[in-house]
């Protein structure tokens, strides 16, 4: 309580009642406009996390097309263009996909190509032919139309080879049994069927138990899961050489851009044999 001239009790001077409402209400139409800010802020970011989150569900889905996804597989605005230069300087028509007014593929009233047919491995006649109209059967046909048919038999055939391995005794004492590059060591099934196997489970994505099923339906030839298993782990056993030769090769070029880039150059020297 502020006091009078003569020293009494007295009341605030209304000029500090006025400036104090001032600054009181200046001081709520800060908060006022700092919450609004915030407000729109969260909204925005809100939103920019849930357009992240459909862009994140799109790469956990095992079953989005690479096409459909962004990241490393999105080419942008300025690639598309690079790309388009590059096909005009390797002599194609920058156009031809332009004109198109009906989206993918040849424009209209272009002249269509066929594949040529394969030489057909053999040739069935068919001669009786039935008329709808009179309800006849007609066996002398005045001419024939060639149709060529492409298809797979069901069951596919597969071929069973016995090897008959020479097995004889060297002047040394030691025991040779010959080999052939189409028998393997262990098991029944040759190399191509080994091969196919393993393609299937890990460039088609066929899980064991679906092979098996693929091995009864169309080869004719019931297996278990657990022998499609056994057949990708002798795929991998023959590879594993490979494997560690391409592995050992790839490392030693690694160590040699690490020193080239350490060194102030950029790329391998030309006629440096990394292996050694």
């Known amino acids: 309580m502020l006091s009078?001239?003569?020293g009494s009790p007295g009341s605030e001077n209304p000029a500090i009642r006025s400036a104090g409402r001032t600054i009181h209400r200046q001081w709520n139409l800060s908060l006022l406009a700092e919450n609004a800010f915030l407000r729109q802020q969260n909204a925005e970011l809100n939103e920019r996390i849930e357009g992240l989150e459909k862009r994140l569900k799109r790469y956990e889905n095992a079953h989005t097309p690479s096409s459909k996804?962004?990241?490393?597989?999105?080419?942008?605005?300025?690639?598309?263009?690079?790309?388009?230069?590059?096909?005009?300087?390797?002599g194609g028509d920058a156009n031809a996909a332009s004109d198109s007014s009906s989206g993918p593929g040849r424009n209209p009233g272009h002249n269509g190509t066929t594949q040529p047919p394969p030489d057909p491995d053999r040739t069935v006649r068919v001669?009786?032919?039935?008329?709808?109209?009179?309800?006849?059967?007609?066996?002398d046909p005045d001419e024939y139309v060639s149709r060529v048919i492409v298809d797979?038999?069901?069951?596919?055939?597969?071929e069973v080879t016995k090897y008959e391995l020479?097995?004889?005794?060297?002047?040394?004492?030691?025991?040779v049994v010959a080999e052939h590059p189409d028998c393997p060591e262990t098991g029944r099934f040759g190399p191509h069927l080994l091969a196919q196997t393993a393609l299937l489970r890990y460039h088609g994505?066929?899980?064991h138990r679906k092979q098996a099923e693929l091995f009864d339906w169309q080869?004719?030839?019931?297996?278990?899961?657990?022998?499609?298993?056994?057949?990708?782990?002798?795929?991998?056993?023959?590879l594993r050489p490979?494997?560690?030769?391409?592995?050992d090769s790839s490392g030693k070029r690694r160590h040699l851009l690490r020193r080239n880039r350490l060194s102030g150059r950029w790329r391998p020297t030309l006629g440096v044999d990394v292996r050694n």
Not at 83 to 88: A, F, I
Not at 127 to 139: I, K, M, P, Q, S
Not at 220 to 226: G, L, T
Not at 242 to 247: I, L, M, Q
Request: charged share 25%; net charge negative.
């Open 205 to 207: 994505r066929l899980p």
């Open 166 to 175: 020479g097995k004889q005794e060297c002047a040394c004492g030691n025991e």
């Open 4 to 6: 009078g001239l003569d």
């Open 69 to 90: 996804q962004g990241g490393a597989g999105h080419q942008s605005q300025n690639d598309e263009s690079e790309q388009d230069d590059e096909d005009d300087y390797a």
């Open 219 to 238: 080869l004719d030839h019931p297996v278990s899961p657990a022998t499609i298993y056994n057949m990708t782990e002798r795929v991998a056993a023959g």
């Open 152 to 158: 797979i038999p069901l069951p596919v055939p597969t």
């Open 242 to 247: 490979a494997y560690e030769e391409v592995k």
């Open 127 to 139: 001669g009786e032919a039935y008329c709808l109209n009179c309800d006849r059967v007609l066996t």
